[in-house]
């Protein structure tokens, strides 16, 4: 039952958690990307929301404002917020962390004017003056929060946002493992949905509802049969149904490192209240497998992505990246190159931000399937 529920809740913007949350008072934001803190989102009072552009049909007016060489996520979020429809959050917060997402933010400013509204500047590099510059935008946005929200701020109830965020994480981290038992309890869009649920309600909702999916997914067994075991590496990604298309050919994913999944969402923030709460923070952000916008993380990233391919015992590797993405698009080249260096079949596929080209996709995705003999 828990499943429909989730099923029902991914498929809107705004959801009955949200909704009680906000009649209790309760102020969300919504954030933009995955180097946002998002801990700092989740202090007494406040809750997160990852930004995401659920049920937009069409990018006709906000393309007149970006340009239509902006990635679909960016153009689409704007478009549904001169749309107004997330008139139910009370702030957002941005990261420099690529062109397309800066000029969403120049925009979001002067066309939607919100009452709150902050961009963090995310360094490029992971040595200690990045690291402490990181660490100070982290204080720099806490301020702002608790002065904006009129918030009373000191350690100890960083600490606490902390300790409620990295619950949830725990709890995404049991509910994952289940994708790769020998026999799997659910699969790779099903565990998206849950992983999007637990990023766009208030902490300690989600966590009462990850326990119930864990509880409930005890004995459940994948009614789907499957053919290969694939890890999902790739760009923004909000989109069950994309994983679904893929699945639907016999693909599992039982394994992902996209943006808007659980790269983004596994990694804990050390909690040994003895050390700087916002120097942790910084550290969890910036050591965790990094996305491409970190130029000088590649080595890292490609050997954390090895890892994970030789310890979920994947049959190949699917690269996705959303058309015009940059970053991504340059890093998918270089990781098919290194894959397939290594023996590792590897597949790219472009997509559009509002689902395209299934046939095209599934008959690839068929293809990939049989070439690795499965």
Not at 142 to 167: G, L, Q, S, Y
Request: charged fraction near 30%; charge should be negative.
């Amino acid at each position: 039952m828990i499943m429909e529920h989730i099923e029902e809740s991914v498929h809107t913007l705004e959801n009955p958690w949200i909704e009680e949350a906000k009649h209790r008072g309760g102020r969300i934001l919504g954030f933009f990307c995955s180097y946002v803190p998002e801990e700092l989102l989740n202090l007494d009072g406040l809750s997160s929301f990852r930004m995401r552009a659920t049920g937009s049909q069409s990018t006709e007016t906000a393309d007149g404002y970006m340009g239509y060489f902006n990635c679909g996520y960016t153009r689409h979020c704007l478009e549904v917020g001169l749309e107004d429809k997330y008139h139910f959050l009370d702030g957002f917060v941005f990261a420099s962390s690529c062109d397309h997402l800066r000029r969403l933010y120049d925009n979001w400013c002067f066309y939607l004017d919100p009452a709150f509204v902050h961009i963090i500047d995310v360094p490029h590099l992971t040595e200690d003056d990045a690291m402490a510059w990181y660490r100070e935008e982290m204080e720099r946005l806490c301020a702002e929060i608790a002065r904006h929200f009129t918030i009373p701020i000191d350690d100890t109830t960083v600490w606490h946002a902390i300790e409620k965020t990295n619950a949830a994480r725990k709890l995404l981290g049991a509910i994952d493992e289940l994708r790769r038992c020998e026999e799997p309890r659910l699969s790779g869009h099903e565990m998206h949905k849950v992983s999007l649920l637990a990023s766009s309600i208030p902490k300690e909702s989600a966590n009462d509802v990850l326990k119930e999916v864990l509880v409930s997914l005890k004995d459940r067994a994948l009614t789907r049969s499957y053919r290969a075991r694939v890890l999902l590496v790739g760009s923004h990604l909000d989109d069950p149904g994309f994983i679904e298309l893929i699945e639907d050919t016999g693909a599992l994913v039982i394994a992902d490192s996209f943006c808007c999944g659980l790269r983004d969402q596994l990694e804990l923030v050390d909690e040994d209240r003895t050390q700087d709460p916002y120097l942790a923070l910084a550290q969890r952000y910036l050591k965790r497998i990094s996305c491409p916008r970190m130029y000088g993380d590649y080595q890292r990233r490609l050997s954390q992505l090895f890892d994970m391919v030789k310890n979920t015992k994947v049959d190949g590797v699917i690269l996705e990246h959303l058309k015009f993405c940059e970053t991504w698009g340059v890093d998918s080249n270089m990781l098919f190159r290194n894959f397939r260096e290594q023996g590792i079949p590897t597949l790219r596929l472009e997509r559009d931000y509002r689902p395209s080209s299934a046939g095209q996709i599934r008959t690839r995705v068929q293809a990939f399937i049989e070439s690795m003999g499965k």
